[in-house]
């Protein structure tokens, strides 16, 4: 088993709709999760961080944590063809350690 | 507040040559990390750096590669004897070190090997 595992996509959605992105990961002590966006050819640019239970909220952005369940996800409001790009979560697998493991990132289209 | 910076941002080397690619953190950052990504995979971890301290260099190949982050100066990922499968994407990332341990990219240094 992967220790941060994501669907590959594409994740395909039409203009407006919402974009859902979900990550699982396998050590229950993580305390820090993270959603970065990469467009191609760039750097991964981090859009979201949490790390309690339940909704965080930015703008047209939702991370949502369950730690009992062992998953994070990202929702994208209103998604617009600017969304399209691969999004990667990453994990804080053991705890109060520095390093952070990445999923292998979710492709999303969104499509006019 | 300049971000991460990486340079060079495209290096070429030859089969052989020595490749060194530099990165200055954020202003305030004191942890450094490096990753690679080929084309069409994810970021995987090679090196975590404090400074003057190798942290965990799990993911770095046990052969021709190195890293350092002395008190002054940039971090430096080294690759000596390049081989065409070191062609990739280096980035270099830094964070404040406290307990939230969010990450900040540099736009990447790709290396290609002739």
């Known amino acids: 088993q992967k220790e941060v595992e994501q669907n590959s996509g594409p994740l395909s959605v039409p203009e407006g709709a919402i974009a859902s992105l979900n990550c699982t990961y396998s050590?229950?002590?993580?305390?820090?999760f993270f959603w970065y966006r990469q467009y191609s050819g760039k750097s991964p640019e981090l859009i979201m961080s949490i790390y309690s239970n339940g909704d965080k909220e930015d703008g047209r952005f939702t991370a949502q944590l369950n730690k009992a369940s062992q998953y994070v996800s990202l929702l994208i409001r209103d998604s617009q063809p600017s969304d399209s790009a691969t999004y990667l979560c990453?994990?804080?697998?053991?705890?109060?350690?520095?390093?952070?493991?990445f999923g292998t990132g979710t492709k999303l289209q969104v499509i006019p | 507040n300049a971000g991460v910076m990486q340079n060079p941002r495209h290096l070429v080397r030859r089969r052989g040559q020595e490749a060194r690619l530099r990165c200055s953190p954020m202003k305030g950052h004191s942890h450094v990390y490096w990753y690679r990504q080929l084309p069409e995979e994810g970021l995987k971890f090679m090196v975590y750096?404090?400074?003057?301290?190798?942290?965990?260099e799990s993911g770095m190949p046990k052969e021709r590669f190195s890293a350092e982050f002395p008190k002054e100066g940039p971090s430096i990922l080294r690759i000596q004897q390049v081989v065409r499968g070191d062609s990739a994407a280096y980035f270099c990332?830094?964070?404040?070190?406290?307990?939230?341990?969010?990450?900040?990219f540099g736009p990447g240094t790709r290396l290609t090997v002739l």
């Open positions: 990332a830094s964070s404040p070190g406290d307990r939230v341990n969010e990450q900040f």
């Open positions: 990453a994990v804080n697998l053991s705890g109060g350690y520095q390093k952070v493991t």
């Open positions: 050590d229950r002590v993580s305390q820090s």
């Open positions: 750096l404090q400074k003057e301290n190798i942290i965990d």
